[in-house]
């Protein structure tokens, strides 16, 4: 199946307007390479000034050529770019790359000329990659169309690539590629974006999510321009269990700053990016090293693992400083069983740990091959999900045949951490066993591949829910502004529960709905325009006669006048006091400019802000995906009974924040903005409430 990116990433004819026969400029760079390592395709400079160059045929012109190359490289000034992509459009080429900076990173001038650029590829359909743009290489056909002196600065491949870096930054993709190959990682695309003006970060990525020889994706971003198309390709290497990992930058004042200055993008919500990687299961890249790693480490992704790990040492203390680093990544270091220890124990002597870490103990010289009981009991156990072996040089080399062997037979995730100079590293590997040689980076690797094999079915689960949940399905009409009555009554269709409460348009109605409802009620300011009702002195609690009740609505909507004169005020709201309530929430919905519809959770009130303890999620959001989200709370004690306090209706607010998101998708973008806050939790058993509840609309 042919692809619009296919001449771009896979070309079989290249053209280089702006030709040079110097292999250090930027022209002629490219050229050497794809002489130098063999590019099977047809290539052609294009410079008027030379008739030959690198061994190539020279043209004066795109119009000279033979025939349309599939793709044409630009290494001319901003301000021809658009030019001469007419004339190579006319030539019927359908790709080409942009070197030239001086584009939307330049000032208005610089965003013009990118403006018109959009424009050029919008009206003809061709594939522009850039501009200030490096260039690509897809290494396994030699095709090398960036000016980068990395690639012959590595060790050579000898094997096809499995590997693809995608960054917005040339720099990076140079760096992270030159640590994969030093790594021994085979590398198939190496990609820099540029400004994006015309093909987006994410469509690369859903190129290679279904490119064959991509295995994984190293990716460097510092804005996604096109969230929803991201969060598709994301999904579609869930789907190929192939990992995703990314680096985003921007996540202080500073880099937010630095990341405007380099490309002219702005730095997304640091907290959204995290909850929607962690959703999507995209592994947050946290230095070039790890990553490198972590393209490693995709080599062995087929293996079986998960967040709960055993730790073979001969030695107590490594042991000890492994179990640290593991669970201080993240990671489980489960207590085994006392079966599971007996059966260990047949094998090590009574000084040696077998609870976890397990201690093989110096024993390990005199009679290797007991370890292979060992590795046999872990690889079949399922109390735990992968295993660290730490073993220096030669204690490595006499247990690796029966850590090849066992690992041959399980498909359980064994890694091997080799600080000396074992001489089995390529037999493990070869069995399926990756090898570190040092116990920091390979705990910051495993740690975030062990939790993307966990969460494989979750993305799973969720991407079941978004197909099934679309947004904007309901044909809802809104009046212009709601208050919080009507706001209210709108959830509850959705099933946000809420109090049988009364809109009352002075005080006489205010009293007549009273005396239905039975003293002490609340009472509160109704109008759409007035969202933060206690700062107008819009809300009066525990009025207990008609007389207070008079009292307070005169004073409420005195207060809420002069708070906001020009405001249209419906009156007043009458509702029964919200009694034994354990915990008050926030849940609210925000269209994110990158990723959509996105629920928060967190602590009501004042905590919320002083704590900022807070969940996110892309939407949809199911009961169980709630319940997820309380349990990150550092709160979430006070829902459990913290110290004797009463154990809170969890499922009742599961279900109301799942009705929220309900809510939410089902009116769509419309509704720009919902929250309620607080929703009260009552006692487990008693449920859940909003007591309070807006909506903010969208022209």
Same mark, same amino acid.
């Given at each position: ?231 598709d390709a994301a999904l579609a290497f869930a789907r190929a269990r192939k990992p995703l990992v990314v680096y985003k930058a921007g996540e202080t004042d500073k880099g937010s700053e630095a990341v405007r200055s380099h490309t002219s993008a702005l730095a997304g919500d640091l907290a959204l990016y995290t909850a929607a990687f962690e959703q999507l299961n995209v592994i947050r890249g946290t230095d070039f090293a790890q990553m ?164 494989? $079915? *979750?993305?799973?689960?969720? &991407? +079941?829910?978004? /197909?099934?949940?679309? #947004?904007?399905? %309901? !044909?809802?009409?809104?009046? @212009? ?15 946000? $529960? *809420?109090?049988?409460?009364? &809109? +009352?348009?002075? /005080?006489?109605?205010? #009293?007549?709905? %009273? !005396?239905?409802?039975?003293? @002490? ?22 009025? +207990?006669?008609? /007389?207070?009740?008079? #009292?307070?609505? %005169? ?31 926030? /849940? ?112």
């Amino acid at each position: 199946m042919t692809h619009r990116l296919d001449p771009l990433l896979a070309p079989r004819s290249i053209a280089m307007v702006g030709a040079s026969n110097n292999a250090g400029r930027i022209g002629g760079m490219p050229l050497d390479l794809l002489r130098h390592f063999g590019y099977q395709g047809t290539v052609y400079p294009i410079n008027p000034k030379y008739e030959e160059v690198f061994g190539y045929r020279c043209y004066p012109d795109i119009e000279s050529l033979p025939e349309a190359p599939d793709l044409v490289v630009l290494a001319i000034g901003a301000e021809d770019v658009t030019p001469m992509l007419e004339r190579c459009h006319a030539k019927g080429t359908p790709a080409a790359i942009v070197y030239a900076a001086g584009f939307a990173e330049a000032g208005e001038a610089g965003a013009q000329l990118q403006r018109t650029l959009e424009a050029f590829a919008e009206r003809t359909g061709m594939v522009v990659a850039g501009p200030n743009c490096m260039g690509f290489a897809n290494l396994n056909l030699h095709a090398y169309t960036a000016f980068a002196s990395v690639f012959r600065n590595v060790p050579p491949q000898t094997q096809p690539g499995r590997a693809s870096v995608i960054t917005q930054s040339g720099n990076v993709c140079s760096a992270v590629f030159a640590l994969m190959r030093r790594l021994g990682v085979t590398v198939s695309h190496f990609i820099n974006t540029g400004n994006e003006a015309c093909v987006e970060f994410s469509e690369y990525l859903e190129y290679m999510a279904q490119d064959g020889q991509t295995d994984c994706v190293i990716g460097y971003v510092e804005q996604l321009r096109d969230g929803p198309r991201f969060i598709d390709a994301a999904l579609a290497f869930a789907r190929a269990r192939k990992p995703l990992v990314v680096y985003k930058a921007g996540e202080t004042d500073k880099g937010s700053e630095a990341v405007r200055s380099h490309t002219s993008a702005l730095a997304g919500d640091l907290a959204l990016y995290t909850a929607a990687f962690e959703q999507l299961n995209v592994i947050r890249g946290t230095d070039f090293a790890q990553m490198a790693d972590l393209a490693y480490l995709s080599g062995f992704r087929q293996r079986s693992g998960g967040r709960r790990v055993a730790i073979v040492t001969m030695s107590g203390a490594l042991g000890a400083i492994l179990a640290d680093k593991v669970i201080g990544a993240g990671l489980d270091v489960p207590t085994l069983s006392e079966p599971l220890q007996q059966a260990l124990r047949a094998g090590i002597p009574d000084y040696g740990m077998v609870s976890n870490p397990v201690d093989v103990t110096g024993n390990v010289v005199n009679s290797p091959e007991f370890v292979r009981t060992i590795f046999e009991a872990l690889a079949k156990s399922d109390e735990i999900d992968a295993v660290i072996v730490y073993a220096p040089g030669y204690l490595l080399d006499r247990m690796a045949d029966a850590l090849a062997e066992v690992c041959a037979k399980s498909p359980r995730l064994f890694v091997a951490i080799d600080t000396g100079a074992a001489k089995c590293r390529e037999q493990l590997v070869q069995a399926g066993v990756p090898v570190f040689d040092d116990i920091g980076r390979a705990t910051q690797a495993l740690a975030p591949f062990c939790q993307w094999l966990a969460r494989q $079915p *979750a993305v799973e689960r969720w &991407a +079941a829910l978004r /197909a099934q949940q679309q #947004a904007g399905s %309901a !044909a809802s009409v809104f009046p @212009p502004r709601l208050n919080e009555h009507q706001t209210k009554r709108l959830l509850a269709e959705y099933g946000v $529960p *809420a109090l049988q409460e009364v &809109a +009352a348009v002075d /005080a006489d109605a205010a #009293a007549a709905a %009273a !005396a239905r409802i039975g003293y @002490p009620v609340a009472v509160k300011v109704l109008s759409a325009d007035i969202a933060h009702k206690t700062e107008a002195g819009g809300v009066r609690l525990g009025i +207990a006669d008609e /007389a207070s009740l008079r #009292a307070a609505c %005169a004073e409420i909507l005195a207060s809420a006048s002069r708070y906001a004169p020009d405001a249209r005020i419906d009156g007043v709201l009458v509702g029964p006091m919200a009694a034994g309530g354990v915990a008050e929430l926030i /849940a609210g919905v925000t269209h994110d400019p990158v990723f959509g519809p996105a629920l928060t959770v967190g602590l009501g009130g004042v905590l919320t802000e002083l704590y900022r303890d807070a969940s996110h999620r892309l939407l949809p959001v199911d009961e169980a995906m709630a319940g997820e989200m309380l349990r990150a709370l550092k709160a979430w004690p006070l829902l459990d009974g913290f110290r004797c306090r009463p154990v809170a209706d969890v499922d009742a607010a599961c279900k109301a924040v799942a009705a929220l998101s309900s809510a939410a998708l089902a009116l769509g973008p419309r509704a720009g903005e919902i929250e309620i806050n607080p929703l009260q939790v009552r006692r487990q058993g008693e449920g859940a409430v909003a007591l309070d509840a807006l909506v903010l609309l969208q022209s």
